[in-house]
């Protein structure tokens, strides 16, 4: 009776170590995809992993959700690969993340991944981006650029072509609003709260002056700075509440119909027109404004993926990249999710442009769109000048003070951070 007992265990082991890989020639690989949650159908991702482990049937993709919030998805990656051993094999990044990571020696370069060949079939934005020190670090996985939005519907009832620059901007807003005297509509939202997203539009305004925050001419800086103050304080056409405006509650001011132009990401567009919404069919996108003699500087965004540099399973990684950067799988993330993808070609794809026509407008935009300053300190400098922009929207500092502080602070931290690199 013994005997058969451990006869029994033996082959109940044997099961278990093949179910395991061990023992068998198609041991199983299994990787782990972190990144946001994506807007849209979730399950179109996951056919795609699904596709991808039909070409490499030894292989499981499994994907973990992280809370949509960038700066705990920040936090999180940042704790895990600072370790030397991440709980993961691929993971979803910011396009302000990839330089801090790969100076830290978190991520893989990934250059054999995409040859400086390849490179030119994206956009040189995300590609600069993605560049620590001349290695490639990130390949972009979709593509975002700050854009105007405007009611289609009251310009053309009052005669207005779409602004080329901000004083125009604000001209036909205080002359439509004039027009209208609907107590309920607002000139121009933007995001204003003391956010990441409030740097953005000020690097849109400052740069299409001319200018930036922390380098070029002081005069036109605070000149931008002042523009964004005075739209609510002296034009009247943005509201005090902007000071707590992000892009969902701008998106939905926009939406709801009760706002003539919108600075906001292309998302919006989408959920604009879906069946129901007050505006669909009465809005337009352009390129942001820029002041005279300039040109619009549309702020980058988007997201790409990176690999640790512990993960074991670099070589199918790299595949994996690969395929979710691929022309056909960038086609299906455009026709299915409604991202922009990161590739050139595909914006002259008739198939593709029929069923997203808004992409056509989209092209110029995104390839001037410039990334905030690629270094990996931009998160410190971004959480240094953001309280002081801020002072400045709600009207507690003047611009002058408030850039004295910016100049003053950014070159600290700078300074500091360069010394640091030369003592190690």
């Not at 179910?19 to 807007?39: C, I, M, N, P």
């Not at 292989?59 to 973990?64: A, G, L, Q, T």
């Amino acid at each position: 009776m013994m005997t058969g007992i451990w006869i029994l265990l033996l082959v109940l082991a044997s099961v278990g170590c093949t179910q395991a890989g061990e023992g068998t020639d198609r041991a199983t690989t299994v990787l782990v995809f972190k990144h946001g949650k994506l807007s849209g159908d979730g399950r179109v991702l996951s056919e795609l992993l699904r596709e991808f482990e039909q070409r490499h049937p030894s292989v499981i993709v499994r994907e973990e959700l992280l809370p949509a919030d960038s700066d705990r998805q920040h936090q999180y990656y940042a704790m895990n690969l600072d370790g030397g051993k991440a709980p993961f094999d691929l993971l979803g990044i910011d396009t302000i993340w990839a330089q801090e990571f790969a100076k830290a020696g978190w991520i893989a370069p990934l250059d054999e991944i995409l040859t400086p060949a390849e490179r030119e079939d994206f956009f040189p934005g995300p590609i600069e981006a993605a560049t620590f020190q001349g290695r490639l670090h990130a390949v972009p996985w979709y593509v975002d650029a700050g854009v105007l939005y405007y009611r289609r519907d009251l310009l053309d009832r009052h005669g207005f072509e779409p602004p080329r620059t901000w004083l125009e901007l604000v001209r036909i807003a205080k002359l439509v609003l004039d027009a209208e005297q609907d107590s309920k509509l607002a000139g121009f939202v933007w995001q204003g709260k003391q956010y990441e997203g409030l740097m953005c539009v000020a690097l849109e305004v400052l740069r299409s002056n001319g200018t930036d925050l922390w380098v070029g001419d002081r005069d036109r800086a605070e000149y931008g700075l002042r523009f964004l103050r005075e739209t609510i304080a002296t034009h009247g056409i943005t509201p005090l509440s902007t000071s707590m405006a992000d892009e969902e509650s701008t998106r939905w001011m926009f939406g709801e119909g009760h706002a003539l132009f919108m600075r906001n990401w292309p998302y919006a567009w989408s959920l604009l027109q879906q069946e129901g919404s007050p505006v669909r069919g009465k809005v337009g996108v352009v390129p942001l404004p820029a002041f005279s003699g300039f040109t619009s500087a549309p702020v980058l965004g988007g997201w790409m993926l990176a690999m640790p540099n512990s993960s074991t399973h670099q070589e199918v990684v790299g595949e994996l990249i690969s395929f979710l950067t691929s022309p056909d799988t960038q086609r299906r993330i455009a026709m299915e999710l409604g991202y922009n993808p990161v590739r050139r070609a595909l914006y002259t794809d008739q198939s593709l442009l029929e069923l997203r026509p808004l992409l056509k407008d989209l092209y110029p935009i995104l390839l001037g769109a410039k990334p905030r300053p690629v270094t990996p300190y931009y998160l410190l400098l971004s959480q240094a000048v953001q309280p002081e922009i801020s002072a400045v929207v709600v009207g507690r500092k003047s611009p002058k003070e408030a850039l004295d502080v910016i100049r003053r602070r950014v070159d600290q931290i700078m300074g500091e951070q360069i010394s640091t690199t030369e003592r190690h």
